[in-house]
T-cell receptor, first 115, second 114 residues
Framework: DQQVKQNSPSLSVQEGRISILNCDYTNSMFDYFLWYKKYPAEGPTFLISISSIKDKNEDGRFTVFLNKSAKHLSLHIVPSQPGDSAVYFCAADDISNFGNEKLTFGTGTRLTIIP | ETGVTQSPTHLIKTRGQQVTLRCSSQSGHNTVSWYQQALGQGPQFIFQYYREEENGRGNFPPRFSGLQFPNYSSELNVNALELDDSALYLC?????????????FGPGTRLTVT
């Protein structure tokens, strides 16, 4: 039972354009969402997060949008740069379970930025 | 400040054997979580340790067990290895109240079971 889904295994975007990565979830108890970026031979690194009380969060070139009614979130990267080429994971948490948090990850989207 | 380190980097084991993977937490972190990432999948939560006690467990059988030591380093032990245990094993350290944003992952141990 895949509670967090990333339906696009891969995405190619021209340098300078916008990259949009999508994520859907099924568990209505999830109330905190995170995006991680992973380079080969490295662990995932935290990128940006959003709480369910918000519908948008920005950090520089990265913006995450949350549509709770659709159980959908997206990560926008603009402008895309070659260093953004990596695997991106969407993850979700039920933060009411304080002290016993665990992340539920999607399967990842491999983003390739074409120079 | 040192990051999260894991050893070994790669490991090959035979079905039925036992394996121990190690993780050193980031300085100041007393909580360690372990994840299994199978090929083409996202990381799956195995369990979490806080102050040397198991503090939450995912959908993994009892042959997956762990330890946390007084210095907050941690071990993941897997008994009776199966072919499906082949995966990248990630550990992540954090501190309570730090939020999931403050969870830092190590580079992982690649386990191959033949």
């Amino acid at each position: 039972d895949q509670q967090v889904k990333q339906n696009s295994p891969s995405l190619s975007v021209q340098e300078g354009r916008i990259s949009i990565l999508n994520c859907d979830y099924t568990n209505s108890m999830f109330d905190y969402f995170l995006w991680y970026k992973k380079y080969p031979a490295e662990g995932p690194t935290f990128l940006i997060s959003i709480s369910s009380i918000k519908d948008k969060n920005e950090d520089g070139r990265f913006t995450v949008f949350l549509n709770k009614s659709a159980k959908h979130l997206s990560l926008h990267i603009v402008p895309s740069q070659p260093g953004d080429s990596a695997v991106y994971f969407c993850a979700a948490d039920d933060i009411s379970n304080f002290g016993n948090e665990k992340l539920t990850f999607g399967t990842g989207t491999r983003l390739t930025i074409i120079p | 400040e040192t990051g999260v380190t894991q050893s070994p980097t790669h490991l090959i084991k035979t079905r039925g054997q036992q394996v121990t993977l190690r993780c050193s937490s980031q300085s100041g972190h007393n909580t360690v979580s372990w994840y299994q990432q199978a090929l083409g999948q996202g990381p799956q939560f195995i369990f979490q340790y806080y102050r040397e006690e198991e503090n939450g467990r995912g959908n993994f059988p009892p042959r997956f067990s762990g330890l946390q030591f007084p210095n907050y380093s941690s071990e993941l032990n897997v008994n009776a290895l199966e072919l499906d245990d082949s995966a990248l094993y990630l550990c992540a350290s954090s501190f309570p109240g730090g939020g999931m944003d403050e969870q830092y992952f190590g580079p992982g141990t690649r386990l191959t079971v033949t």
